[in-house]
């Protein structure tokens, strides 16, 4: 088992850039989370997918970033245009059920994001 | 709504030494609640969890926490430390009524440091 895998590990952009994180959840898991991790903010849930369906976004700080999950196996986490306060790791987790109360999330090793 | 409260953002011991991580919840209903640890450069992973069953929960690494009610509290303990616990630890809290939420709470995190 691969576990979650997120590409690219790190990105440095510019401000003003698009930037799109990508995720591969664990197969056969049926939710996916996108957070985001600061040292002033803390670990903060940004989205979260059931079925491949958004479920809660209220999350997502402002319009300029957006997330999709076309299928069970992949999901993106955009950011258009990017500012230096996105600067951060984000993380992506799955975990086997709906009900994920129940089960444990996986935590990929997450998207080190730098914004000049 | 849930929340948790993570007394201390840095606990140091001595290697050997018990280790204490305080979690205090906050939940109209008895909720389920959460152990993550994360290592340096690396997603978060369970470490345990309460969900209702016995009220002293056991964990990997020789982790446990105890679960009690009347003090809202969800505690990690571990008798002896080991250099190798060095992390950043998260209490977590969900809801179990709410079946359509998947989401978990996490807490601000508490910085694990082991002195030789």
């Known amino acids: 088992d691969a576990g979650v895998i997120q590409s690219p590990r790190h990105e440095v952009t510019e401000m003003g850039q698009e930037v799109t994180l990508r995720c591969k959840p664990i197969s056969g898991h049926n939710s996916l989370f996108w957070y985001r991790q600061t040292m002033m903010r803390g670990l903060e849930l940004l989205i979260y997918f059931n079925n491949n369906v958004p479920i809660d976004d209220s999350g997502m700080p402002e319009d300029r970033f957006s997330a999709k999950m076309p299928n069970a196996s992949f999901s993106t986490l955009k950011i258009q245009p990017s500012e230096p306060r996105d600067s951060a790791v984000y993380f992506c987790a799955s975990t086997p059920s709906p009900w994920g109360l129940l089960y444990e999330q996986y935590f990929g090793p997450g998207t080190r994001l730098t914004v000049t | 709504a849930q929340s948790v409260t993570q007394l201390g953002s840095h606990v140091s011991v001595s290697e050997g030494a018990l280790v204490l991580l305080r979690c205090n919840y906050s939940?109209?209903?008895?909720?389920?609640l959460f152990w993550y640890v994360q290592y340096p450069n690396q997603g978060l992973q369970l470490l345990l969890k309460y969900t209702s069953a016995a009220t002293l929960v056991k964990g990997i690494n020789g982790f446990e926490a105890e679960f009690k009610k009347s003090e809202t509290s969800f505690h990690l303990t571990k008798p002896s430390a080991h250099m190798s616990d060095a992390a950043e630890y998260f209490c977590?809290?969900?809801?179990?009524?709410?079946?359509?939420?998947?989401?978990?709470?996490f807490g601000s995190g508490t910085r694990l440091s082991i002195r030789p």
């Open positions: 939940s109209s209903v008895p909720p389920y």
């Open positions: 977590a809290v969900s809801d179990p009524i709410d079946s359509s939420a998947s989401k978990i709470i």
